[in-house]
């Protein structure tokens, strides 16, 4: 895609799932990849090890590099942290992906107040946080940085017994918006995605049980669960040139999943 050789990337949460496919695509499209990571070492190796496999193939070099970086999004001096290991290595940033995400599972009426702060604090103030450091750098150095957050099909369709999480994605589209109208006319963008239920560690209960994948694919106009390789494609698109004139959107990934599978046929005159 145009315009993503040479940039440099931090991909939050790039350990497993969605991230560790991001990673692995901006490297395969010849981005330097910082690799953030909260704990699993290994697997950031991992994520690591195919990023530069599929950037350089059986090269031992080839212009692009690779960094892992541990942090907690939800710690702020983490993300500073972060922020500076990112330029001192690389020497600027040019995209950022808002990734890090946990979910828990509670009747509304008894989830803690503790366990409500702890996805928000990772889910969107984490997210606020590093697109803030991200766009104080592309200021600095008057550079037309890009983010992209990674929100979900439940921006928009409300999820009962996860309302943390639903109000962490309802509040990234808000987060996406803001910030790309408030820094439109710096060239800096900012978009989302938004992926419907996709194969990855978050969903092993079902990803995991073949009875439970059918029930969650019923729902899915196209009949299957996403990749984390389509969402990584989606993610390349946005951070390229060729979506040089998208910002303040978010792009549903979903097999159909928003167009409400109940409504294919007619069940009103
Ligand atoms: P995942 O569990 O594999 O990935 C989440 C990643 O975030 C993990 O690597 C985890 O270590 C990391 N993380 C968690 N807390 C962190 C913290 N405090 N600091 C840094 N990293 C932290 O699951 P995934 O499906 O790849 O999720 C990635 C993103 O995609 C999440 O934001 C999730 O909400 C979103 N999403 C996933 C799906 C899906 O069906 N899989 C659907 C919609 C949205």
């Not at 991909?11 to 991001?22: C, E, H, L, R």
């Not at 990234?172 to 419907?196: D, H, S, W």
């Not at 390789?229 to 390229?240: D, H, N, P, T």
């Amino acid at each position: 895609m145009k315009g993503l050789s040479g940039k440099t990337a931090l991909i939050t949460g790039a350990s497993s799932g969605i991230g560790q496919a991001i990673a692995i695509r901006l490297a395969q499209e010849g981005c330097n990849v910082a690799i953030n990571y909260r704990k699993g070492l290994e697997e950031a190796q991992d994520t690591e090890e195919m990023a530069m496999q599929q950037a350089c193939g059986q090269a031992e070099e080839c212009g692009v590099r690779s960094l892992l970086i541990q942090g907690d999004v939800s710690q702020e001096e983490d993300i500073l942290k972060m922020m500076s290991t990112v330029v001192e290595q690389f020497g600027g940033l040019d995209i950022l992906v808002n990734n890090a995400g946990i979910q828990t599972e509670s009747p509304s009426h008894e989830i803690s107040a503790d366990a409500f702060d702890k996805v928000l604090s990772v889910n969107l103030r984490g997210a606020f946080l590093c697109a803030r450091e991200a766009i104080k750098q592309f200021l600095a150095d008057q550079k037309p940085g890009t983010i992209i957050n990674i929100s979900s099909v439940h921006e928009i369709i409300p999820r009962p017994s996860y309302l943390s999480y639903s109000i962490s994605k309802g509040g990234m589209e808000n987060l996406t918006k803001t910030l790309a109208l408030e820094y439109a006319a710096q060239g800096i963008r900012v978009n989302a995605i938004a992926p419907g239920a996709t194969i990855t560690p978050i969903n092993r209960d079902w990803v995991e049980n073949p009875d439970k994948q059918a029930v969650v694919e019923s729902h899915i106009p196209m009949g299957r669960a996403g990749t984390a390789e389509e969402m990584a494609a989606a993610v390349a698109f946005l951070a390229s040139d060729d979506a040089a004139y998208i910002t303040g959107q978010t792009l549903f990934i979903d097999g159909g999943l928003t167009l409400y599978a109940d409504f294919r046929e007619a069940w009103s005159a």
